[in-house]
């Protein structure tokens, strides 16, 4: 992994600030693989509130922005989610780096497009203050939550699967990418990994930061792939089902060049 340079690393929904955040296995990730380009897909922070920020978020931000010094060559880019809101502004100017609604570059002669996904998620574009109520309910639900966060982030997932938002996202953005936007498409505010692929157009969902088990994607001029990021010392709780491991220290990919409908979800059902 160490050895091996990817064209662009996407990471998204680390919601730095919360209780589950996992800003540490992001960092030390981040510090484990090289790139050419990082970009933050969304929903890197809770909300606004700055306070809520423990050392360990705050050594993330450290480090992207020692990433964005234009010495080390690489291009950081963060696409604003639906937490980020309000954000931009001091967060370019925090972390030094540019904020996008959406972001599109080449790889290997396709065009590729970034967007965090709420846009195409019906319940929060319509209920925008329910939403917002949610959150701080959830946020406040963590804190008496027990040390590992169990019931927390069974609740994200319960909430992902009642709403059926990993489909919904999905079929969203493959239907916005399809007038010649892209020929792929990624997106993060599901906090499920998904793969799929529909009339030439390429769909990855890289997951989230804030469950035992932690997602990116990456894209080169052989294909992209979504991974599970498993730490050299893995201490995620031993009862625990784990995913079989095929692509040794990056864990789980979807092999480049997806299969018509082929479905990954890192968070099992």
Not at 203 to 217: H, L, P
Request: hydrophobic residues 40%; charged residues 25%; contains cysteine.
């Amino acid at each position: 992994m160490q050895e091996r340079c990817f064209d662009t690393v996407i990471i998204s929904d680390l919601h730095l600030g919360s209780e589950v955040s996992q800003a540490g296995a992001a960092l030390d990730f981040l510090q484990s693989v090289r790139f050419r380009r990082l970009i933050l897909l969304g929903d890197i922070f809770a909300d606004l509130n700055f306070r809520r920020l423990t050392k360990e978020h705050w050594r993330f931000l450290g480090h992207i922005r020692k990433l964005s010094n234009p010495k080390h060559g690489i291009e950081v880019v963060w696409v604003e989610g639906n937490h980020d809101h309000g954000l931009t502004e001091v967060m370019s100017h925090l972390v030094g780096v540019p904020v996008y609604q959406e972001y599109t570059w080449r790889c290997g002669g396709k065009q590729h497009l970034a967007i965090h996904g709420h846009q195409f998620d019906s319940f929060a574009v319509a209920n925008a203050f329910l939403s917002k109520l949610g959150q701080l309910i959830f946020l406040q639900l963590q804190k008496i939550d027990s040390k590992s966060k169990r019931f927390a982030r069974y609740l994200d997932r319960l909430n992902t699967r009642w709403l059926r938002l990993s489909e919904q996202v999905a079929r969203g953005a493959l239907s916005y990418a399809k007038p010649g936007k892209a020929e792929r498409i990624f997106c993060g505010h599901t906090h499920a990994p998904l793969a799929r692929e529909r009339d030439g157009v390429e769909y990855y969902n890289s997951g989230a930061w804030v469950d035992q088990r932690c997602t990116y994607v990456t894209v080169g001029p052989e294909g992209a792939a979504i991974h599970e990021y498993v730490p050299e010392t893995d201490n995620r709780d031993s009862g625990e089902e784990r995913i079989p491991a095929f692509a040794g220290a990056a864990g789980i990919s979807v092999p480049a060049g997806l299969f018509p409908d082929e479905i990954y979800e890192g968070i099992p059902g």
